[in-house]
């Protein structure tokens, strides 16, 4: 299930955009697994989160806090879901 950044890289050569890569955001053992692909674009930054359930349970107001530093803010806010066993979902922050 890892999240692949190929929209994000041939997005960012369109549009002079800097990829910064893939960080994982947990651990692969854990019950619920994310990661994020980091595009930035001048002053923008844009995260391309996948969350997966790795657990037999439907996980329900499933959500992911995301804070900031310094002058960054968030224009969205993080909404929360509902995720069936290994279903996963993809989401994006700027």
């Known amino acids: 299930y890892p ?45 391309d989160i996948l969350v997966i359930n790795q657990t037999d349970k439907t996980l329900q107001n499933l959500s992911l806090e995301i804070s900031t530093s310094g002058d960054l803010k968030l224009v969205e806010r993080p909404q929360s879901y509902t995720l069936a066993p290994h279903d996963f979902k993809k989401s994006r922050q700027t």
């Open 3 to 47: 999240l692949v950044c190929l929209g994000s890289l041939r997005r960012a050569a369109s549009i002079n955009a800097e990829y910064m890569g893939i960080f994982q955001l947990t651990g692969f053992s854990d019950p619920v697994y994310a990661e994020a692909c980091i595009t930035v674009h001048e002053y923008d930054i844009v995260l």
